[in-house]
């Protein structure tokens, strides 16, 4: 079972950045799509992000644009860079590894996740 661990979080004001770091144990992470998540209260996990284990990202339109997600399979590690942050950005962030045809489907039990809190 990969372990993932996501940090980065923190208090910002709109407008501000953020960098948050998912650190994944076990050396499968380098074949999976990884992926950022994130819950607002009261709403439901949504997707943020994700990349290919070949690069490719793709985006969720409230974030095109705004976001970028990378990763370093060397450390097993997956990146969000946030920029212009938003209020309703706030959020609990957390990575996994989503299936391919169903990215509401993850493979790996979810982290604590890390607290993203952007002041209007």
């Known amino acids: 079972q990969v372990q993932l661990v996501e940090s980065g979080g923190g208090l910002v004001q709109a407008g501000g950045s953020l960098r948050l770091s998912c650190a994944a144990s076990?050396?499968?992470?380098?074949?999976?799509?990884m992926a950022w998540y994130r819950r607002a209260p009261g709403n439901q996990r949504e997707l943020v992000a994700s990349?290919?284990?070949?690069?490719?990202?793709n985006y969720a339109d409230s974030v095109k644009g705004r976001v970028t997600i990378s990763r370093d399979n060397a450390k097993n590690r997956v990146y969000l860079q946030m920029n212009s942050l938003k209020p309703e950005d706030t959020a609990v962030y957390y990575c996994?590894?989503?299936?391919?045809?169903?990215?509401?489907?993850?493979?790996?039990?979810w982290g604590q996740g890390t607290q993203v809190t952007v002041s209007s």
């Open positions: 076990g050396s499968i992470f380098r074949t999976k799509t």
């Open positions: 990349i290919t284990s070949g690069g490719t990202t």
């Open positions: 996994n590894a989503p299936f391919d045809i169903a990215p509401t489907l993850v493979y790996w039990s």
